[in-house]
């Protein structure tokens, strides 16, 4: 059974900075793509930033600049460091693991708070 433990989230000033950390357990198949989601209050879940088996990465463009994905293949980890936080980077934020046939993975969810 895949398992997806995050950690890293918390309350953060504006300008700060948070490292989360999801690892990946429970794994029997290639992982094509890890990364990260959030969701604020009242609005949808949305893509953050993304690193694919190859190494390559997708951003929303509102983090760019300030966010970096990484990810270590050895571990099945996924890290999402965020940096210049702003209060609109509130959310919860979510990491998911996904494969071409079996779908999505999603792990429980850390929060983030940024105050102004």
């Known amino acids: 059974q895949v398992q997806l433990a995050e950690s890293g989230g918390g309350f953060v000033q504006a300008g700060g900075s948070l490292k989360l950390s999801c690892a990946a357990s429970?794994?029997?198949?290639?992982?094509?793509?890890m990364g990260w989601h959030r969701q604020a209050p009242g609005k949808q879940r949305e893509l953050v930033a993304e690193i694919r088996r190859g190494g390559s990465t997708n951003y929303d463009d509102s983090v760019k600049g300030r966010f970096t994905v990484s990810r270590d293949n050895a571990k099945n980890t996924v890290y999402l460091q965020m940096n210049n936080l702003k209060p609109e980077d509130t959310a919860v934020y979510y990491c998911?693991?996904?494969?071409?046939?079996?779908?999505?993975?999603w792990g429980q969810g850390t929060p983030v708070t940024v105050s102004s």
């Open positions: 429970g794994i029997g198949f290639v992982v094509d793509a």
């Open positions: 998911k693991l996904w494969n071409i046939y079996r779908g999505n993975y």
